[in-house]
């Protein structure tokens, strides 16, 4: 069955950096899109940022451009995303999800995430 | 950016009850509009996607409807699986935005 696990949260200081890994099985890894959502404790959901199946094509959200980077390794099944300069309002679940869309080619995303992982907890705090 | 509203922002109900959220969109979105539910502590799960398209596995007690700038998730006969929180998600126009949410609370 598609598993996506996610690791890397942890507490950290404003404007320091973290990493986020997520682990996937059970699905073509490499025929997806992926991206990551955020959503802040009590608060709603938030996308973040996707990265294409083939790790060519990455957009962002405004909140976060310049400061994350999505990427991934097809080779490994694993997706990250590097966050820098983090600030308190970064505090949140961050969830990978898979983009339902299976992609033979071209740029494609439906936006429909239909797998997620757990979550893992990033706390911006000094 | 488009904005999603959704009302009410809570709702208390029955068991067996139905119940309907409405999801607003700032602009027209087509039907490019999914519904996820989500549980507390729990990641959101997928149930409707291109506003009424029902996701395998997802009872059938739930349908949405919609077009345009309005969409509806109803659920015809509420079971004590269904409280949860649910989120609208517009996926017409990049980036990607959700609604605030709706909980469904027991009566």
């Known amino acids: 069955q598609v598993q996506l696990v996610e690791s890397g949260g942890s507490v950290v200081q404003p404007g320091k950096s973290l990493s986020l890994s997520c682990a996937a099985s059970g699905f073509p890894f490499r025929s997806h899109a992926l991206h990551w959502v955020r959503q802040a404790p009590g608060k709603g959901l938030e996308w973040v940022a996707v990265i294409s199946f083939d790790g060519t094509n990455k957009y962002y959200a405004d909140s976060v451009k310049g400061r994350f980077t999505i990427s991934r390794d097809n080779s490994k099944n694993t997706l990250f995303l590097q966050m820098s300069s983090l600030r308190a309002e970064d505090t949140a679940v961050y969830y990978c999800a898979r983009d339902s869309s299976f992609c033979s080619g071209g740029t494609c995303y439906s936006g429909y995430f239909d797998y997620w992982g757990q979550g893992t907890l990033v706390t911006v705090s000094s | 950016d488009i904005q999603m509203t959704q009302s009410p922002s809570s709702v208390s109900s029955s068991v067996g009850d139905r119940v309907s959220i409405t999801c607003r969109a700032s602009q027209g979105i087509s039907r490019g509009l999914a519904w996820y539910q989500q549980k507390p502590g729990k990641a959101p799960n997928l149930l409707i996607s291109a506003a009424s398209s029902l996701q395998s596995g997802v009872p059938s007690r739930f349908s949405g409807s919609g077009s345009g700038t309005d969409f509806t998730l109803t659920i015809s006969s509420l079971q004590p699986e269904d409280f949860a929180t649910y989120f609208c998600?517009?996926?017409?126009?990049?980036?990607?935005?959700f609604g605030q949410g709706t909980k469904v609370e027991i009566k």
């Open positions: 998600q517009q996926v017409n126009s990049f980036p990607w935005t």
